[in-house]
């Protein structure tokens, strides 16, 4: 477990009670808390800003659209970002480990074909701009 494990059970639930007066609910909490604030797929920290605060979500492994049901078992907090790359994604594997490893490959995956596809975007809008970037002017 990645979390926070240095306290008991008692201290972790009351810690995860708390944390519903700051936009968490129960399972979003809990696995929040257990995955030390980060995501499941990328290890974005959900703490260190506003912004990556505002980026977590809860997302079903095995996705609803695909049957996957809406239980603990089945979630795990992961940022927006990761949310959409794994999209409608089914991951393979026997236990709830193995299908988030799945995932996690996945979703790296189409962020590679993502980043190659703005480093193209980029080049081009910066090497044929009409727009000139000369702040001395």
């Known amino acids: 477990m990645r979390g926070i494990t240095t306290i008991g059970e008692d201290q972790k639930n009351r ?3 708390e944390l519903a007066k700051y936009e968490f609910g129960g399972w979003a909490a809990t696995h ?5 604030f980060k995501c499941i797929y990328c290890d974005r920290d959900f703490l260190a800003s506003y912004d990556a605060f505002h980026s977590f979500e809860l997302d079903h492994i095995v996705p609803q659209s695909r049957g996957g049901e809406n ?3 089945n979630t ?3 940022c927006r970002t990761c949310n959409s790359l794994k999209s409608s994604y089914l991951p ?3 236990s709830r480990v193995e299908r988030i490893a799945n995932a996690r490959n996945h979703v790296n995956e189409r962020r590679l ?7 193209k975007i980029r080049f081009f809008v910066l090497n044929n701009s ?5 702040h001395n002017a």
Not at 32 to 36: A, D, R
Not at 113 to 119: C, G, H, L, M, Y
């Open 15 to 17: 810690f995860i009670q």
């Open 32 to 36: 929040g808390f257990n995955q030390g």
């Open 71 to 73: 239980t603990e078992e």
């Open 76 to 78: 795990a907090a992961c």
């Open 92 to 94: 393979t594997g026997n």
């Open 113 to 119: 074909q993502r980043e190659a596809d703005v480093s």
């Open 130 to 134: 009409p727009i000139t970037h000369d």
